[in-house]
């Protein structure tokens, strides 16, 4: 993994593996549903809450070149 790669706070849990693109840095993956699922038990919110947390604060945050990959499996194209 690159020296690059930044993790989420609180979030080890949602870790599914590592990413990359031909040239890039090597970056932390991220399950999008194992991330709400924390939010929903860990920080008491409903699932409705977490959504709009996590589109705002956690996948919509950008830290540089060494932001995580969110994923989400059966995810679109143009959901990103």
Known sequence: ???EA????????AIVG???RNG??????YDEDKVLDIL???DGMTYEE???FYEFNVKG???GPGTPIWFKLGGHKDEC
């Not at 930044?6 to 849990?13: C, E, H, Q």
């Open 24 to 29: 890039q840095p090597t970056l932390l993956v």
């Open 50 to 52: 977490a959504i709009e």
């Open 1 to 3: 993994m690159s020296d």
């Open 61 to 63: 945050a950008w830290v």
């Open 6 to 13: 930044l993790k989420a706070d609180g979030f080890d849990a």
């Open 40 to 42: 929903v038990r860990r």
């Open 18 to 20: 590592t990413g990359c």
